[in-house]
């Protein structure tokens, strides 16, 4: 006869199952689609934002800065 596992029981395991796994998450996989990806030959190296995302910063910050420009200091 199987053995009975309450739900909490259940709870803890898959709790533990996903902070052993340092792959999955949100931030992960935000920081996977900003961030170049890592080079195999060199894991130490710097990962930096991949070229759209400095723009699109770029853009809003430039936006961002007309609208207060002209709507507060003019």
Do not use: C
């Not at 053995?3 to 931030?27: N, W």
């Not at 190296?45 to 800065?65: E, K, N």
């Amino acid at each position: 006869m199987a053995e009975h596992v309450s739900a909490k029981e259940i709870h803890t395991v898959l709790e533990q199952y996903l902070h052993d796994r340092s792959d999955l998450g949100i931030s992960k996989a935000i920081t996977a689609r900003i961030l170049e990806s890592r080079s195999p030959f060199e894991p130490q190296s710097i990962r930096r934002p991949q070229r759209w995302f400095v723009l699109v910063l770029f853009v809003s910050l430039a936006l961002t800065g007309t609208f207060t420009y002209f709507n507060f200091w003019h």
